[in-house]
Structure formats: structure tokens, C-alpha cells
């Protein structure tokens, strides 16, 4: 097990809307996308507290991705709005805390764009081997 | 009749109120005149335990409202728990006023019927911090003490067999004692906040120490002066701008103090070890969650995200409780220090509350408790 | 809107915090911080800050089940207490010395003792009894090394604070538990045979406590430990009057722990047990075979200031005002006297009244006072005393089979208490022999039963399962028990 190379846990929570069809886009696109990924499908990314991204990273998240439409274009009029006024705060408080910037990421993906998802999940994968394993992630915990 | 924003320098006319508090026996006086005519149901007095300590209790009984006062540098509490749904008078530091404004401002209390007397403070002291002091610095019998006073930054306490000893509040606080941590560099001393401001800055002359400075702030303190005066408990007068500039000074300079006590306190911390200082610091939590139960800002009541989310069965490295608190407060904390009086294993929880408050307040440009029209900014941005 | 302030002692370890519990006009209790306590400085554990639950069941005084006042109750008990034959009285210090006082006045009427329950004191030679009495807690910040037999974070969250200070003036602490503790520098899986290799000396403190269901062999060991090295020790106590009740118990020989009590009206020798604010059912690691046992007794007398599952089942209950409206003294596990501000004695009252029911003299609360004085003058000044006692002999009972299960917590503090600590705690190499998944429960089979539970992953010694809760499947403090993943 210690010959294979570390592959990091990221989080993504997806918008049922955009971004979750961006990754099924992705996915028929058959761009290829690292065994890293676990996506979380909530309705809408305005669903998202920033309880859920404590609660990811605590259990042994290496990077959390908050994910849905893009501005003006969230299916509940305002929902990713709301998204990005908590994410603003919850950004605060994570590089306060200490945990690396790369660790917590806000993108907004639209259903067609596959390819923009698949990119994106790759960055972050990359950057996080680069950083290796969240300092938040409990004992036990691969 | 007074107007708001009338600068006024008052008394009780009672010459047994006005010689037992502190600076003329007006806040006294104010608060017995509004439960005396029928103002307010009740009226928030310090019940005094010894000399060091006093806890709020609601009396309806003007008699003991006019024998309490008396200037304590009591620690703050929380007062806005009592204000819930009541028609009542209460006085309170500026944190304490911050406090319930913040209640009201979130839902949690209304002040519909409530009346804030604000006290000027520059600090206050931990009873058993003070009495440590007392044996290490001034060697005093903590027992002893039957007066304090600040004057030209010394700290003075005064024994039974009338001596006096003085020492300069700077070298109290060089060594550890003397003011809490976090009201050293607190930001606000005046509680604009209130209904009434008061205080003994920028009373001078032959008035010194007979009479109290008070800015009427709103409606609800021009009704509460204007009840006083009418039922003969107090006297004011208008404030020369003398008077004016000299509280404004001493405002000025505990301000600049205390910009300087928090670049000493909040030192910058390299990003790479911060999450180490944090998750060792919270390590010795015992989750008794006194700090919540202190926080005279929190409003979620008894099922919160902090606790429904946080289960002792978890073997996280930081726990729910303590993230969820942490960015609620970024939005909300007044660095009151109650969190930090009352943690039993000491950790400065004030102290780690404001790393993350301060600069998310400043950014937003935003003082929480200072005013119930500017909504908590999260809302505020969300329009 | 009247309030009133009381100024009281926290009833749930043998610290004795100092705090306020607020009674507001309808009733309603809250508590709030005493900042200048000596103690604690206003600071509270997660049992002093449920304060407000344990007090929201005031006793109701009953006979034969039926409500009745507290004249008619203390006839009752009068009446069946002339008839009865071997007479048991348990007062584990759960209330004021002065009470603690008259119900010994009434055990000499009836020509008993009243027993504390803990087994210690009976079991230990005499002159080790002084040596069972705390030392100043503050104290302990200034040890030069500081050994725990007692996990401070879960059973006395208080003294958390004084090791942590300590660690700061330097001292090295060695949690010598059975778990892992953050503030100790080193934690060590201790035999007695391996304390040698702790190197104490006079500078060093030992931490343990002394309850109702301690090993007495272990606290000779400890004992023995201290006598050889010189080192200091410091028994914690359960309850809050813990210590006054030990000190004012004359003849300690007489005493039986409870277990011991239990066996005996198991076996039928005792017929009649006398209460004092002490509740077997909560106290024992089995509740059910507890109630069962009290069951057969002819006589159960209970006086209390609260609801417990004792009042439901007695003869006889005697209703008190609740600790903190009590006029009396406490001391805590340091030796410190503590006073309520309250001025209520009825609990004192209904035992004067007894007292003259069974022929002899009633008394008052200020004579009461007055000879606690008396007795505890000397005992208060506690000494750094030179051990008097012999290094004592004992065998430590072994606990066999693949999996013990131990109490870790005070098994007495959580005591009907509404909490979230329905969790064990097991070891990261148990959690992958089982296979057990985040979320997933354990089943725990002992003789007496089988039930599952959550788990919580902590750094425990191989083969040992920690609970927080009384756990129906436990027979005592260790039980052996079988454990599966499901």
C-alpha cells in the first residue's frame, strides 16, 4: 500500500442544476478525471452550510469545492448568491484557521461545460498532492 | 425638557444618593425615577457580594434601587437574558449595552419596552485577578479593601484603616493584573450605544466627583431623563464645551491605548502554524459549553447548529463546536471576555474569537451592538 | 419579579464549586458564576452546567406511595424504625455536614452507625485514614511531577485547570489511566509492580480518588507507593460532602462499603436501610439488580431533597428542600469548608422530630453547627502529616477474559443526567480487527446480557472498552464482555 501514490479525498458538493450536470457532462465527454473525486449533490448550492465543509474536512477531506451555476443563473433565483456571501465567510475563516487557500475552492461550472469540471477537479487534484494530506484529517484516516 | 443629543452634567437631588455613588448618584436617581412612576416593571440592580463582585439582580422596589450604586469595576454580564420580554430599566458598560442591542438586534430579545443606562468604562478586573494583585503588588489584604478609584491612571484602593496606596495602571498591566485582556483593547469606552450615556469624564471643577456627565442618545433616553427631572429625583445642567473636550479626550487617548494593547495581544501568527495553535489550544476543551452559555451574543438558544452537530462520540482534531463557533462569532463577537472569564481549563477563547472577528469586522466596517438599524452583515450583503 | 440569589456548592464531585443558583419568581432555577470562589473562580464543568436539571425534581414527602407531609412521614418512619431489626443507615455525603450530623445522632438512638459506602475506610488499617484526606488543590500547581490515577477531563473536569497550571510551572505529568490524556507528557500503561520506575521523590504528587466502588487493594498500593517514595498523594472524592461525611464518622471500622450493604439485603441479613440523600440504585453499576435487592427489604426510609429512583420504590420518603436552599456546611476534597447562603431546615427539623418520635432528644440547626466546629477544628488544619501507617500487603483481583469493560467516568456524577455520552471508547486496533465503519455500533455480550452501542475511537490500552454511561449489560466497575462489530 505504501508503493502506490497518495491520492487525496476531495469533496465537491454540486448543484443538481449546473455543476452536477457539468460532472455528467464531463463524465459522457469522457474526459478522464482522478480517482479523487466524491461529489455530493445538494438542489442548489444556496443549500450548502458551511457546517457540511467543516464536516468534510473534519472527517479527513484533503479539499473541499463548492460548486453551482453561474451568477444569475441558479434555478431559485438568488441561491448561489446567498452560495457565495456564505462562501465569502467561510473563506475567511478557513485561511484564518491555517488551512492552505488551495484546500477550500468556489467555482461556478454550467451543465455543458464538461470539459471546464474535468479541468477543474485536476487542478485541485494536483495542487493537493503537491500539499499532501489535510492537517485536519483524523488519525486513521487514509 | 431635554433634546437628544443634549451634553448635560446631573445629580440626584437626594443628598444621600448623590454622596454614596460614585459620581453624583444620576444613574442612581434616573433608574429609581423610571420604576417610581411607573416607567418600568423592574429595575436591573448590582446585588454586592463583597468587594470584589456584584450580580445582577431585578428588583420592583425603588428603595433598594436607590441603595444600591456605587462604581464597581465589576465584570461584565449577561445582561441581556434578564431584558427577554420585560419592561425594565437596567444600567451597563458598553459591552453589556452591545450585548443586548445585539439580542435585539437578532431577534432575541425585544427592547420595545426595555431602557439602557450606559456607564463610560475603560476596563474592568477579574475579582480573583484582583485580589491576587492585591497580595503580590500592593500587599493589601484583599479583605481589607473598602474603596477603589481611578485617577491619572493609577489604581488607588483604599483599606479600613484609611490609607491609600496607588500604582499606575501601566505597571499593573506589565506585570499581568490589572485590567481583563480583552477590555484593553476594547474599542468602545462611551456607550453611544445606549439610551443614555454616562460617565464621570469631563466632569470638572467644584462638580468633580458630584455629578455625572450624560449624553442623551434617543427617544427612550430623553423620556428617562425628562420622567427624572419631572419627579424631582435629579438636577441637570448643559455641559460647557470644556467639559465636552475633556471627555472627548480621555476617549481619544484609551482609544489609541488600546490599538496599542492589541498589536501587542493579537500578534500575527505565520500561516503555516496557525491550525497547530489552534487545535492545541482547544485541546484541553472539557465541553462544558460555559462559553456559549456566557455569550451574550449568541441567539440560537438550546438546539443550535454548535451543539446538534457537535457529538462527544467524535474524535475530530478541532471540534464541531468550536468551528461553527468560530464563524458565527466573525460576524457577531463584541470581545467581551466573558468567554474567557468563565473557560475552566483558561484557554483565551476571547482572544482566538477576535483573531478571527477583527479582521472580518474591519473589512465590512462593521462594529456589532452598536446600532439596531445595520443589519448582521451577512444579511446586509445578501440585500 | 423578585429573584433570589442563593450562594451554593456544586453537588456533583468532592471539588465544591462555588456558584450561584438564581430562583426567579415563578420558580424556575438557572445558575450563574461565582467568580470570586476560591475554588473554581466561577468556572464549571458540563455537570455544573446542567445544575438547573438536577434540581428541577424536588422531593415530594410519601407514605406507602402516597403523598403525605412531612410530620406524617417522619411517624411513618418512626413507627417502622422501632420495629425493625438490623438497621442499615447510608449517607454518602450528598448533603450538609449538619444533616449528615443528625442522622448520625439518630443511628447512635438506634444504636447504629451511619455508613458512607465507601469501602475503603473499613478496609484500610486506621492510621491510614488521615492519609485519605485531600490536600489544597492549589498545591498541586506547584508538585515538580504530578502522576494521575484518574482521568481529570471526564471525572474531575475542575482539576484540569490545576494540572494545566502546574504544567506550566513546570511540572512533568504522567497519566499513569487507563487513557490517553493531552495535558500528561508522557502516558503510561502502569502494573503496580512497574510504579518504582516513576521515580517520585517529595516534590512529587500522586492523584487518585476514593469512591464507593474502589479497589481498596489498589489505594494500599498507592499508599504503599507514597510511604516509600515520600511523595504526597491526593484522593479526589465523589461527592460533595464526601470528605466531611469520612471525617465525621467516629469508629470508620464499623463502616461498610455499599456493595457490601447490597450483599448483605440480597442475603436477607439486612431488613431495613435508612437513607440520607444517597440513592443505591444510581449508585451501583446494576441498576435492576439493585431495585430488585431493595425490594426485599421490610423497611426502606429515604429522606431526599430531589426525585430518584430510590423515592419511587420506598416505604417511606422523607422530602428536604433542595442542597442549594440547605442551611449548612460542606467540605470538599481539599479540606475547605464551604457554607450555603440558604437558611432552610427542614431536612433538619424532620430529623429532630424523629429523633424525639424514637424516644430521644430533638436538636437545631446551630447546635449541630456547633459541634462540626468542635470536631473539625483540628482535622481542618491539614498537615503535610508524616505517614504513620506500614507498608500493607494485598492481592489485586484479576480480571480475566478477552475484553474488560470499565468504568472510566464517576460512575455517580452522570447520574440520571440527560447527556450525550452514550458512546464507548475503544482503540483504533479494535475498531480494524472488528471492522467496524464510521457510524456503525458494537455489540457488547457480558453474562448478563447483550446491547449495542456507538463507539468513539481513543487511545486506550489493548483489550479495554471505557464507558461513560451505566451500561445494563455491566455487573460491576469491570465487567468482562465479548465484542463484536455490527
Redesign the interface.
Known sequence: MAETEWEPKIVAFCCNWCSYGGADTAGMGRFQQPSSLRIIRVMCSGRI???HV??AF??GADAVLVTGCHLGDCHYV?GN??AQ??Y???E??VR????EPERLQLNWISASEGEKFANFIRDVTAQIKQLGPS?????GVN | MVEIGDKLLGYATNPDVRNRGASGGLVTAVLAAALEKGMV??VVVL?R??E??A?P????DVQEVLASGGSMHA?PVNLAKYAVG?KIAMPGKPCDVRGVIEQAKRNGVELEDTYIVGLNCGGAM???VT?EMLIRMYEIDPEDVVGEEIEKGKLIFKTKDGEEKAISIDELEEAGYGRRENCRYCTIKIPTNADLACGNWGVIGELAGSATFCEVMNEKGKRLLDNAIEAGFIEVQPADEKSIAIREKVNKTMLKLGDEWKGRLLTE?P????????IEQF??C?????CR??CPVCTCGEDS?CTM?H????????S?YH??R??HL??SCIGCGQCS??????IPVTTIFR??AD??QK?RDYSPGMDLQRPPF?EL??K | ???T?Y?TVCPGCGIGCGL?I?ENGNGSVSI?????SPV???????F??KLPHYYSDPSSGKVEGLVSGAEEAVKAAASRLKNAGKIAMLSAGNTTCEEHIAFTRIAETLGTVVHTGIPVYPELPSECHPHLEGMPLAEIENAEKIVLFIDP??QY??L??RL??ARRNGAHIISAGTKEL??AHENRDLSPEQYAGLELDSNSVIIADVHPHTDSCHTKQLLNLALETGARIHFMKPFINSEGANRLARDKTGMMGISHIMDEIEKGDIKTLFLLDSDPIELMPDSDRTANALSKLDNLIVISSRDSPVTEIANVVIATESLYRKRGTFINAEGKLRENSGQEVTGIDAMSLLSRELGSEGFEYRQLHGHLHEKMIETLANENRKPEYGIMECAPVQHNGACTLKYLFNPFMWANQPD????VLLNMNMVRSLKLRKGGMVRLDSEKGSMKM?????RVPDGMILTARKLQVATGTNTTVKVEGC
Not at chain 2, 439582580?57 to 420592583?60: G, K, L, M, P
Not at chain 2, 472569564?341 to 483558561?346: A, F, Q, S, W
Not at chain 3, 450563574?32 to 470570586?36: I, T
Open positions: 452550510d458551511p457546517m467543516f464536516n473534519l472527517e438568488n448568491y446567498k456571501v456564505r465569502q465567510f467561510l475567511e475563516m484564518e484557521l491555517g488551512l492537517p485536519l484529517k483524523p488519525e | 416593571e423592574g446585588k457580594i463583597d470584589y463582585e450580580i439582580v431585578i428588583t420592583d465584570v420585560r477579574h475579582p480573583v485580589r501568527i500561516d503555516q502554524e496557525r491550525l497547530a495553535y489552534y485541546a484541553d472539557i465541553d462544558c459549553g460555559a452559555e456566557v447548529k452537530f457529538s462527544l462520540a467524535d474524535n475530530y482534531k478541532m464541531m468551528m461553527v468560530l464563524l466573525s460576524d472569564d468563565i473557560c475552566p481549563v483558561d483573531r478571527f479582521p472580518a473589512k451577512l450583503m445578501l | 419579579m423578585k429573584e440569589i450562594q450561584y438564581r450563574d458564576f461565582l467568580k470570586s473554581n473562580l466561577g468556572k464549571l464543568c458540563r455544573g452546567m477531563y471526564v473536569p475542575l484540569v485547570r494545566l497550571i493531552h495535558l450525550d455520552n452514550d458512546f456507538r463507539y468513539r475511537v481513543e
